[in-house]
């Protein structure tokens, strides 16, 4: 074997194994200039061995003639068929346990390839796993598969050097679909979160069967969602006004504010309806997913089935309405209310009317943010509502003024929210990276996209608060050590709170503990707010008042502060620095409902060993590029190293399927078996076909009703339209 060139295929040349002169044959193809085919494989019936391979070229033999008119092809390819009779031989040696070279032909009567299109060749084109992967990320980034081949094409220095084209990363990414539509829908998302639990034990999500073992309802939480809600679960936000394009079903996602004030997700959910038992249960699988552990506030859309819901299961949680979404209400019930009563005739009255809406708007605000007593509250809306002669709206929104109104929710800890923005900041996020025509998959993984945009904007305010220091106004003792404990953004409000406590005038009423606290204006103007009553405790070091701040946001106020310094107590005391809001926020372990130490990313290590080991890799290639010596020494090695290192995996893949307790589902009831995939499905929804239309704009239906005048086009009735969710 030594005395043969290997470079040239030659009668006599002997092959360890039938695939390396397959893999020989190939090389030389590629090499030459002409592509390759397996023509027949014979096998031994006594053991299975292979005894004999004939490798061609693709031009051998002919096209088969005498096609007839019924099955004439609409469109008819190139001949490629020349007859050609390369070919390679080979023959197994049962004394020497290898294989020979027994027949070769080497003559071609066709055009070879150049050397600059041989890359084309079918047998020249592979996509490997790394490109693969490379592949399958910038689909998921939503980057075109003709901007990802050309980007792939640079990084290597050429089409020649890739190894696929563009049309086989289009076949690829086709063939991958069809993979994930193997089992349906209903499959296909239960094998998504099956993977997603054997990647990090702590994945959790639940499903919901109706009697006919339909999916109806989805809830899914990974392992950083479980931390951050261990963290951050006190205010939680919810919102269903966004539907995947698709399947139009109520798309639902648990929000909540990090120690950044930065958006972090704590849940997501797929419904079937909006109904009270539809929100019921899947409140009772956001606390089972959290150890039950409840949000001192939840905010919501008004919307009556959840309220419902809310009340049932969040029994030890303040519930508040969206102050967005009342008032868009507002602008809708309040604004039209003088239409039908306005005269064309007189415009001065008309003007009068829209003047008198404008003032019934401006009154709902104030009810809704500018009064601290409810005595003012009252007699503020019963003024207002005596102006509206059509009170329905008015009354029913009045009956849950607790849940909307700034003076009934003094002492509730909000951090600062009083809407859903947060859940509609993020659902317009996700609304980029859809398609109308998605998969369930599909909007899974943008969905995973989107929370990662969300992920990675919290770690740059991590690094930031690592790298910058904070800028300190004021170098006294109390805003030094604050710096320390608070994250950047907070310091900033606590330092703002500081700083109009220093503008603060302070008064004892009665005894040496109560004070009236009045902060002056920062901008040199002699004007005060409201004072504010304060009860200092210099044994205790509190300072509380009556302004409530710190009981809504977790940041002392400057009335407070102030106090605090008459107390000549010049360090914020322990017990007024939340956890949450400072820079160990995150510290602590946390366990999942199995009693595990939940870990965000198990493969952290391999990834860090991964990156650090191909720019290694990288770097070395590139250096030897150049020299083919030291090329073939790089190569010699990794021949050498890989057969140990698959031997190595194989062995640790077959330890590793076995069943261990790290790797069993959460719950038994949702276990991915052939026998649930093969009668689950996702529950068909019915969807009108009015929502599924684009509403036209004035030019629109002016240019439609000139086209219905020209055609003579009758309108037909509209039927409902059934959207088919299981494949």
């Known amino acids: 074997m030594g005395e043969i060139d290997k470079g040239m295929p030659q009668i006599g040349m002997r092959f360890r194994k039938s695939d390396e002169a397959w893999l020989f044959w190939v090389a030389d193809g590629g090499r030459v200039g002409f592509d390759v085919r397996k023509r027949n494989k014979h096998v031994s019936i006594m053991d299975g061995q292979v005894t004999s391979c004939k490798f061609v070229c693709s031009n051998e033999g002919i096209r088969k003639k005498g096609i007839t008119i019924d099955h004439e092809p609409k469109r008819v390819r190139a001949e490629t068929r020349t007859n050609c009779k390369t070919r390679m031989i080979i023959s197994l040696d049962r004394v020497a346990m290898n294989y020979e070279v027994t027949d070769l032909v080497l003559e071609h009567n066709h055009y070879l390839q150049l050397p600059q299109t041989c890359h084309l060749m079918a047998s020249q084109r592979k996509i490997s796993v790394l490109q693969a992967f490379e592949i399958e990320a910038a689909e998921d980034s939503g980057i075109m598969p003709e901007a990802a081949h050309e980007l792939a094409c640079r990084r290597v220095g050429g089409p020649f050097n890739l190894g696929y084209t563009c049309r086989d990363q289009k076949n690829y990414l086709r063939s991958k679909r069809q993979r994930e539509l193997a089992f349906g829908q209903a499959g296909s998302m239960l094998k998504y979160f099956h993977d997603k639990m054997i ?54 996602v648990f929000l909540g504010l990090s120690q950044f004030r930065e958006t972090t997700i704590f849940g997501a959910a797929l419904l079937f309806d909006e109904t009270c038992d539809s929100f019921t249960w899947l409140f009772e699988n956001f606390l089972a997913t959290h150890n039950g552990r409840q949000p001192r506030t939840i905010y919501t859309d008004q919307d009556a089935a959840m309220g419902k819901a809310i009340e049932k299961v969040f029994t030890e949680s303040y519930h508040g309405l969206c102050t967005f979404h009342i008032m868009q209400n507002a602008l809708k019930h309040l604004c039209p209310l003088k239409g039908g009563e306005k005269d064309e005739e007189e415009g001065e009255s008309s003007g009068e009317d829209e003047e008198e809406e ?38 029913s929104i009045y009956k849950l003024k607790e849940k909307w109104a700034e003076c009934y929710m003094r002492d509730v800890f909000s951090l600062g929210v009083r809407s859903t923005q947060l859940s509609e900041s993020f659902n317009n996020s996700l609304k980029n990276h859809l398609k109308s025509d998605f998969h369930i998959v599909r909007f899974l993984m943008h969905f995973e996209r989107t929370v990662e945009v969300k992920r990675t904007t919290e770690l740059q305010s991590e ?103 008459l107390m000549n107590i010049k360090t914020l005391p322990t017990h007024y620095v939340l956890k949450r809001w400072t820079r160990e926020a995150r510290n602590g372990s946390i366990q999942d409902r199995q009693g595990r130490n939940v870990v965000e990313n198990p493969k952290f290590e391999a ?23 030291c090329r073939l020494i790089l190569e010699d090695a990794l021949d050498c190293v890989g057969p140990q290192l698959e031997e190595k995996l194989n062995a640790t893949m077959d330890a590793t399927n076995k069943p261990c307790d790290d790797q069993e589902n959460v719950d038994p009831n949702v276990q991915l078996t052939s026998e649930f995939l093969s009668v689950a499905k996702l529950k068909k929804k019915e969807v009108q076909s009015k929502n599924l239309r684009r509403k ?6 002016l ?25």
């Open 199 to 252: 990647e990090n034990p702590s994945f959790q999500y639940s499903l919901q069967l109706d009697c006919e073992e339909d999916i109806a309802n989805i809830f899914w939480a990974d392992a950083k969602m479980v931390l951050d809600y261990a963290h951050f679960g006190d205010v939680v936000t919810f919102d269903t006004t966004f539907g995947t394009n698709k399947e139009y079903r109520p798309f639902g």
């Open 607 to 629: 990834q860090l060993w991964y990156r650090g080991v191909s720019h290694k890799f990288h770097t070395m290639a590139a250096k030897v590029a150049n020299s083919l010596e």
């Open 696 to 701: 036209r704009g004035w030019l629109d239906k």
């Open 358 to 395: 404008s003032h019934i708007l401006t009154d709902f605000g104030e009810c809704m943010y500018g009064y601290e007593d409810k005595v003012e509250f009252e007699e503020a809306f019963n003024n207002m509502r005596s102006k509206v002669h059509k009170q329905t709206w008015l009354d």
């Open 463 to 565: 690094f930031d608060q690592r790298k910058k220091l904070p800028r300190i106004l004021m170098h006294t003792p109390m805003l030094v050590l604050a710096s320390k404990e608070y994250t950047p953004i907070i310091f900033e409000s606590f330092q703002s709170e500081h700083e109009r406590s220093m503008a603060a005038c302070a008064r004892v009423l009665d005894g040496n503990n109560k004070f009236g606290v009045a902060i002056g204006s920062l901008h040199g103007h002699l004007e005060f707010e409201e004072e504010r009553i304060v009860i200092g405790d210099p044994l205790t070091k509190t300072a509380s008042c009556s302004c409530g701040m710190f009981y809504r946001t977790g940041i002392l106020c400057g009335h407070g502060l102030k106090v605090l310094d």
């Open 703 to 727: 240019l439609r009703g000139k086209r219905k005048l020209t055609k003579g086009a009758s309108s037909k009735k509209k039927q409902q339209r059934y959207v088919p969710i299981y494949t």
